[in-house]
């Protein structure tokens, strides 16, 4: 009935306008909703919705009949890249990098909210780059003033506070975000081929995470922020040879001092956009051959555009995290930072402990744990070789780990160690703490070097014994 | 003026869409391998949000909890912890008392 009305309406050339613009459907579903549907470019506005439902059942009912035809290229068809030809001007040469990447990306329909992690992780280097740009504009690199500037920061500049909370605060949010990012891909075996480039790539991304936050902590001049930097540089003069003039070259001096903290502040204002630019590429890689899934199997028969369904995923997740990092920012500001960085830097006095920043324990603990200077830096070192021979040392053919029983608890085993490693890193360095790290930091290796290759055709044994019985 | 979409096999054809993968291009030609798959557009009056979302919690927790964290995470990560927070705790405790007199 209501599909006569409108045809009856549309042959008066100046009514059948009208139509169009009021309703590009049937008036029943809100017009944002439509737009998003693009039912006027499917033809479909002229239908009842009893009819519209038919159709659309119909369709679903041939394209899973079809699914056994998936691989006959006759069925595939090149489309527009996006639907609406309201969008139309993303599919300009320059803007449809957005169509391809964030609007019509296809994303397997089964993935999780920990998928949500590497957006958070981008919002949270967005935040540290904002908020960074505005308290550069009221910071002052030199020893007698670091420290004031930053307190006039707080005290006088109009929401300094705000500023100077949101980027510490920032700082631990984005290392938050990046590990459980890091653990989602160990667990689901993210690594795997062919997305080793994309791993490979986000391990770059951690090492230029980790550079900028030690060198950002400097900047305050503090005690733990001046004592900090004396002693990670001093690991340079391990080297052997070269060790002490590069040590040397990174101070400009004799020791830290104000042409350390200059520099410091250089390259932490640059390795931000170093991050930025590595994280695109790491996108771009990405997108090569698409996400990874929970199962850990070929997501191609069954994907949705990034938009609009991921986007409201992650909007959701983006909510929650404004919401956990409020209660930083807003209630316990200092909670995760260290109240000897509120004293001025003092070289004559050195603190009863040193400790870096949180996310930097686990890394600490395992360079304490080697008693010789040059092996703690090797072992660091070998921490992240590691991590990049990572998706060449997994033997197994099953990916992820909801079908790989032992695989699960080993790296519920990992995630204790890590955890344990970063309490061990803020404890003094006595019995029983040096022999409970150095435990955790063999088991460390031992997981990467030993249980990841083996566990492959443990697994494999092991599940078809299970099939037998 | 608009018209019905046509029936029959030249309807299935022209609404079974299958997008060739673009960004694995990326503005070139992928040699070889060719990588199909199928994108669907849901119809809002084929969904309520969330369907059953909360339907039969008690259970879906449950096989939640027994899944992941009653035979892995607490025995290979919760109790590895507390075991070493309570060992560290324990010896230190015991050499203050050593030493106390």
Request: charged fraction near 15%; proline fraction near 6%.
């Amino acid at each position: 009935m209501r599909a006569n009305k409108k045809a009856f309406l549309t042959s008066f050339p100046f009514l059948s306008d009208l139509v169009s613009k009021t309703s590009s459907g049937s008036g029943i579903l809100p017009r944002p909703m439509e737009i998003l549907l693009s039912q006027k470019d499917k033809g479909y506005d002229l239908l009842s919705n009893e009819d519209r439902i038919q159709m659309e059942r119909k369709e679903l009912a041939k394209r899973f009949v079809k699914a056994e035809n998936l691989y006959d290229p006759k069925h595939l068809e090149d489309r527009p890249s996006t639907g609406s030809k309201r969008l139309s001007v993303l599919n300009q040469p320059g803007l449809s990098i957005v169509t391809d990447h964030l609007i019509d990306y296809p994303a397997p329909v089964n993935i999780n909210y920990f998928w949500s992690f590497g957006s958070l992780a981008g919002i949270c280097l967005g935040v540290q780059i904002a908020t960074g740009i505005f308290l550069a504009m009221h910071y002052t690199p030199h020893i007698d003033l670091a420290f004031l500037s930053v307190e006039h920061i707080m005290r006088d500049v109009e929401g300094g506070w705000l500023l100077r909370y949101l980027h510490a605060n920032g700082a631990s949010m984005f290392f938050i975000m990046v590990y459980i990012h890091i653990f989602r891909g160990l667990y689901y075996a993210s690594y795997v081929s062919p997305r080793e480039a994309v791993w490979c790539i986000g391990v770059v991304i951690l090492l230029l995470m980790i550079l900028t936050a030690f060198i950002g902590y400097v900047l305050p001049w503090g005690q733990m922020s001046f004592w900090g930097a004396t002693v990670i540089t001093s690991l340079a003069s391990a080297i052997p040879i070269a060790g002490d003039s590069i040590v040397t070259w990174l101070w400009g001096g004799f020791s830290v001092d104000n042409a350390t903290l200059n520099r410091f502040f250089s390259l932490h204002y640059l390795f931000p956009f170093i991050i930025a630019g590595a994280s695109i590429v790491h996108i771009a890689a990405l997108h090569q051959y698409g996400s990874n899934n929970p199962l850990g199997l070929d997501a191609s028969v069954d994907k949705m555009s990034f938009y609009p369904y991921c986007f409201v995923k992650d909007l959701v997740a983006w909510v929650s995290f404004g919401i956990f990092f409020s209660v930083f920012v807003y209630f316990a500001p200092n909670f995760l930072g260290h109240p000897d960085n509120y004293i001025p830097a003092n070289p004559m006095s050195t603190p009863a402990h040193i400790v870096p920043e949180w996310y930097f324990l686990w890394v600490y603990a395992i360079l304490r744990s080697i008693p010789n200077k040059l092996g703690g830096v090797a072992a660091i070192l070998a921490v992240f070789v590691c991590l990049l021979a990572l998706p060449w040392l997994q033997t197994s053919e099953v990916r992820s780990s909801l079908f790989r029983p032992i695989h699960k608890k080993l790296f519920w085993l990992l995630l204790a160690d890590c955890l344990i490693l970063g309490w061990i890193g803020m404890k003094p360095v006595e019995t029983p703490y040096v022999e409970v790290g150095q435990i955790a930091s063999v088991y460390f290796f031992v997981h990467f070097l030993v249980f990841t290759p083996i566990l492959g055709r443990l697994e494999a044994k092991y599940l078809r014994n299970l099939g037998k019985a | 003026s608009r018209q019905r979409p046509p029936e029959g096999e030249a309807e299935t054809e022209r609404v079974f869409k299958a997008r060739k993968r673009h960004s694995s291009t990326m503005g070139k030609q992928q040699v070889g391998m060719r990588l199909k798959e199928v994108v669907y557009t849901l119809s809002p009056f084929e969904q309520n949000v969330m369907a059953g979302l909360f339907k039969d919690i008690p259970h879906k927790v449950m096989h939640h909890l027994k899944q992941n964290v009653l035979f892995d995470a607490i025995p290979f990560c919760v109790l590895p912890i507390a075991g070493i927070g309570w060992f560290c705790s324990d010896y230190i405790e015991k050499e203050k008392q050593h030493h106390r007199y």
